[in-house]
């Protein structure tokens, strides 16, 4: 057993003071003992009383809280009456504008093809590069120069001077920048690899929490406008500009048909992104329509190498070449040299940036014979067989006139002075239009307002020109003869070739056309109008002209010689003229031309070339067009697989018996 413990010892504890006995009901309380007597001493000052602090009233207090608080309840009250009733519907705005994010939905351009359905002009994918100049901010960047170094890595990949960059990367309080515009997507990939890159350093700088330098670099989908031939038919098609938008050519003609109409989205955002949950409105873009072209790619192509290699041959300011189908109007091809290519403006002479087989406007010389024919054999004037005298000179008004080579009295039949292009002999024949010069002046202006001189050849193709045509009481005393042989009038390329087409057409012109139609976003071809027809000349007439256009390329004394077509019948005519030069405002230099068409019998073609200027080596139209005409006529007639038609060619004479 354990052992028992000791008792504990009791301890007094002090002693309690005696608690007075209250007193019973009714009793009298005891008397306090006695004090004993103390020894007298010196009176004691009286003591100090010590002070009393009372409250102040809190009411005054009370009252000026209540106030304030008063006054903070009316102002709150006022301004949630101003928020929710006044200009509630400004701040619902605002709400909306941060809230929801709208986008716009660009539509995609139209193709624009050659009439077989080869793509010309198209679009394809690209990128709007951006950036939040406020991600390259110190603060954010936590890098001082930091629009500096990203400029110095994008400017390669953008083509863009690092200083231009960083200017746009330091946008003070801007959260949007455009750095550059139509990107292709192997850019942007480039771009977002290098911004990966430099993601994955600062994850592993500064323990996981640096700063990508390329992380506010963004991207806009977007398309680009590509010309998958380069400078082929550029003339034609013309460009886009950087919003765009058609700025030349066809691109602006039919601008409101290829661009469609650009649609929207609407989303609620949180934090730049858009909320997958909360669904999204807007109106789909509506992609613009196809235009099919009357060109064909084929014969655009030999039109234009013909007249470039033409041209730098020459050394020639520029030339042009025109091929219509003589029975629709049709342009099957317009060429231009220089050229230029529109995938890259930047590199484009800006003198070579249209299309100056429509736009310029020059003195046709000789081939304009061939309306003052036309004039001559439709009033019943003359026929082929007309004996026509052409003295070395001639005298007429206030000039003494000439042909291109210097002759002895040629004696001439009037398809002779088509087939020798005398000048002398079309102002005699023209003078027989009416019986005084007056009249044959009004009798030839109207013959040539019908073949569409001086009028617009009906494409409304932006910058067209519509030549010069004066009316006939306005020509001066040179001009009612220089105008019978083509100078002292203007036309541009398509008219001059336009004018050989109603002759091949049996004297109808039919209005030129370079669209045949429009395929919607729906899948539905839609025709181009059908083109105006106007009767010119009797088919008689015309007939006649294309034999008596035959001896120019086919009888040895023609002019255009060098035009004809082994086992094809060839009608044309050279042409060579004194040139306006456009700084100088006088005459300088020629314009060499040849016109024509084929197969003479059975039209179904028709070629136009000119050269301006040209400065080395010949400049008749016979010698340097003449070689165009042939190599793009052929071309063109085995490429519409036109086969000869196998008749003998016209003989129509060209020289007469001396007159006694």
């Given at each position: 057993m354990p052992p028992k413990e000791p008792p504990r010892r009791r301890v007094p504890g002090p002693a309690r003071p005696a608690r007075p006995r209250p007193a019973s009901a009714g009793a009298r309380p005891s008397r306090p003992a006695p004090r004993p007597a103390a020894k007298r001493t010196a009176p004691r000052p009286p003591a100090r009383q010590p002070r009393t602090i009372r409250l102040g009233s809190p009411r005054p207090r009370l009252r000026l809280i209540s106030l304030g608080l008063t006054l903070v309840m009316l102002a709150f009250v006022v301004r949630l009456l101003q928020v929710q009733a006044v200009d509630a519907s400004a701040y619902a705005a605002k709400a909306d504008k941060y809230r929801f994010q709208e986008y716009t939905l660009s539509a995609e351009r139209g193709e624009i093809t050659d009439r077989n359905g080869i793509a010309l002009a198209a679009s394809v994918d690209a990128y709007d590069i951006t950036a939040d100049p406020k991600l390259f901010t110190p603060e954010e960047s936590k890098v001082p120069d930091a629009p500096e170094q990203a400029a110095a890595l994008l400017a390669p990949l953008l083509g863009k001077e690092p200083a231009e960059l960083a200017k746009k990367l330091r946008t003070p309080k801007s959260r949007y920048t455009l750095l550059a515009r139509k990107q292709t997507p192997q850019v942007w990939n480039q771009i977002r690899d290098l911004r990966r890159v430099y993601g994955q350093k600062a994850q592993r700088s500064a323990g996981g929490n640096g700063v990508n330098l390329l992380g506010g670099i963004l991207s806009e989908p977007s398309t680009k406008r590509v010309y998958p031939n380069g400078e082929l038919a550029a003339g034609i098609l013309g460009y886009v500009n950087a919003e765009g938008k058609g700025a030349g050519g066809v691109e602006s003609m039919l601008d409101p048909e290829l661009a469609g109409k650009d649609g929207k989205i609407r989303f609620t955002q949180s934090g730049g992104r858009q909320v997958p949950t909360a669904g999204s409105q807007g109106t789909p873009a509506v992609p613009g329509s196809d235009i099919e072209l009357t060109i064909d790619r084929d014969i655009q192509w030999a039109a234009q190498q013909a007249i470039t290699e033409q041209v730098r041959k020459s050394k020639a300011d520029r030339g042009y070449v025109i091929v219509q189908d003589t029975r629709t109007g049709e342009v099957l091809a317009m060429a231009n040299a220089p050229g230029f290519d529109p995938n890259d403006l930047s590199a484009a002479n800006a003198a070579s940036m249209g299309n100056a087989a429509l736009q310029d406007a020059y003195e046709p010389g000789?081939?304009?014979?061939?309306?003052?024919?036309?004039?001559?054999?439709?009033?019943?004037?003359?026929?082929?067989?007309?004996?026509?005298?052409?003295?070395?000179?001639?005298?007429?008004?206030?000039?003494?006139?000439?042909?291109?080579?210097?002759?002895?009295?040629?004696?001439?039949?009037?398809?002779?002075?088509?087939?020798?292009?005398?000048?002398?002999?079309?102002?005699?024949?023209?003078?027989?239009?009416?019986?005084?010069?007056?009249?044959?002046?009004?009798?030839?202006?109207?013959?040539?307002?019908?073949?569409?001189?001086?009028?617009?050849?009906?494409?409304?193709?932006?910058?067209?020109?519509?030549?010069?045509?004066?009316?006939?009481?306005?020509?001066?005393?040179?001009?009612?003869?220089?105008?019978?042989?083509?100078?002292?009038?203007?036309?541009?390329?398509?008219?001059?070739?336009?004018?050989?087409?109603?002759?091949?057409?049996?004297?109808?012109?039919?209005?030129?056309?370079?669209?045949?139609?429009?395929?919607?976003?729906?899948?539905?071809?839609?025709?181009?109008?059908?083109?105006?027809?106007?009767?010119?000349?009797?088919?008689?007439?015309?007939?006649?002209?294309?034999?008596?256009?035959?001896?120019?390329?086919?009888?040895?004394?023609?002019?255009?010689?060098?035009?004809?077509?082994?086992?094809?019948?060839?009608?044309?005519?050279?042409?060579?003229?004194?040139?306006?030069?456009?700084?100088?405002?006088?005459?300088?230099?020629?314009?060499?031309?040849?016109?024509?068409?084929?197969?003479?019998?059975?039209?179904?073609?028709?070629?136009?070339?000119?050269?301006?200027?040209?400065?080395?080596?010949?400049?008749?139209?016979?010698?340097?067009?003449?070689?165009?005409?042939?190599?793009?006529?052929?071309?063109?007639?085995?490429?519409?697989?036109?086969?000869?038609?196998?008749?003998?060619?016209?003989?129509?004479?060209?020289?007469?018996?001396?007159?006694?």
């Open positions: 000789s081939t304009s014979k061939v309306m003052s024919m036309a004039a001559v054999l439709e009033e019943g004037r003359a026929t082929p067989d007309t004996h026509v005298t052409v003295p070395n000179r001639l005298h007429r008004g206030d000039r003494l006139f000439k042909d291109d080579v210097d002759h002895k009295t040629w004696y001439l039949t009037l398809n002779g002075v088509l087939a020798k292009s005398s000048n002398i002999g079309t102002i005699l024949a023209t003078g027989q239009l009416g019986a005084t010069q007056a009249e044959s002046n009004r009798v030839l202006h109207g013959y040539l307002r019908k073949f569409g001189i001086g009028s617009p050849s009906g494409l409304n193709y932006p910058g067209e020109t519509s030549g010069i045509l004066a009316k006939p009481q306005d020509w001066s005393t040179s001009q009612q003869y220089t105008i019978p042989f083509g100078q002292g009038l203007s036309v541009n390329a398509l008219q001059a070739a336009s004018v050989y087409s109603t002759i091949a057409n049996g004297g109808v012109r039919v209005e030129p056309t370079l669209v045949r139609g429009t395929k919607g976003p729906d899948g539905r071809f839609a025709p181009a109008p059908t083109p105006k027809e106007t009767r010119v000349v009797s088919e008689k007439t015309a007939d006649t002209l294309a034999r008596m256009l035959e001896s120019v390329v086919d009888d040895r004394e023609g002019t255009g010689t060098r035009a004809a077509i082994p086992g094809y019948r060839v009608a044309g005519k050279t042409g060579t003229a004194n040139r306006v030069d456009p700084e100088l405002g006088r005459y300088k230099g020629y314009t060499a031309s040849f016109a024509g068409f084929a197969p003479a019998d059975e039209p179904r073609i028709t070629v136009y070339c000119a050269i301006q200027n040209p400065t080395k080596g010949s400049y008749f139209g016979g010698q340097i067009c003449g070689p165009i005409y042939k190599k793009v006529m052929e071309f063109s007639l085995k490429t519409l697989h036109v086969a000869p038609t196998g008749s003998a060619p016209a003989r129509l004479p060209v020289f007469s018996e001396p007159t006694p």
